[in-house]
């Protein structure tokens, strides 16, 4: 069946500028995170959706950074006034919402990478 | 603060021998160990997980050694392939009262295996 997608594959924006960010989870997981992976580095939460749970937000870095996950599927990764820091590749993924015992495996999309210039 | 350390940063293998890869936690309300494994340009996929209740969990070519007391767990890739050229990424994840958590993430080992 189909992965998680994420679109664009590429993003280059000028600083300040504001990008939108989209995530296609796996048809029927209602859990939805978004990962920051910065060169040489791991993988930095951001945020947490899951069902109709407020979203666990403790990850954000900044006030510019938000998220929303429409009708419990899509969801929007938006950067206003993105800075060069912001560069990075930004990762989605998804996941069953109980899990069986001893597998809580996540799946990612391809990930956006966004270049500020 | 991280909570979750991964070492080494970097590690080069022939062809056959065996890649290791150390993580340590500080975090004990960790419960979930999972190594994701990740090609250049593509998103991590899940290798194999552990939870703190065994010390070892082995599939195909891939182990997990877990040491709850130290606080650490390692990979071990055995017969090393240059397929499995990758970088590795250790994670671990809290366990709220059942419900799915974040994954917290080690910063990465680039393994290479040479021919």
């Known amino acids: 069946g189909a992965g998680v997608s994420q679109s664009p594959s590429n993003k280059v924006t000028e600083k300040g500028k504001d990008v939108e960010l989209r995530c296609d989870p796996i048809?029927?997981?209602?859990?939805l995170y978004w990962y920051r992976q910065s060169l040489g580095q791991g993988l930095e939460f951001l945020i947490y959706f899951q069902g109709n749970s407020a979203p666990d937000k403790s990850g954000l870095p900044s006030d510019r950074f938000s998220a929303e996950r429409t009708g419990g599927s899509v969801s929007t990764l938006t950067i206003q006034r993105t800075q060069q820091e912001d560069s990075a590749v930004y990762l989605c993924?998804?996941?069953?919402?109980?899990?069986?015992?001893?597998?809580?495996?996540?799946?990612f999309g391809p990930g956006t990478r966004l270049t500020v210039l | 603060q991280q909570q979750v350390k991964q070492s080494p940063q970097s590690l080069i293998v022939q062809k056959g021998g065996i890649s290791i890869i150390n993580c340590a936690y500080e975090?004990?309300?960790?419960?979930?160990f999972p190594w994701y494994q990740q090609f250049p340009g593509k998103g991590p996929a899940l290798l194999i997980a552990?939870?703190?209740?065994?010390s070892e969990k082995k599939e195909g070519r891939f182990t997990i050694s877990f040491n709850k007391s130290a606080k650490q767990f390692s990979l071990h890739i055995m017969d090393s392939q240059p397929g499995d050229s990758a970088t590795y990424f250790c994670?671990?994840?809290?366990?709220?009262?059942?419900?799915?958590?974040?994954?917290?993430f080690g910063k990465g080992t680039k393994l290479s295996v040479k021919p």
């Open positions: 994670a671990a994840s809290p366990n709220y009262g059942g419900s799915q958590g974040n994954l917290i």
């Open positions: 975090n004990t309300a960790f419960d979930y």
């Open positions: 048809s029927g997981h209602t859990a």
């Open positions: 993924a998804s996941s069953l919402a109980s899990p069986i015992a001893g597998r809580r495996e996540q799946f």
């Open positions: 552990i939870r703190p209740d065994v």
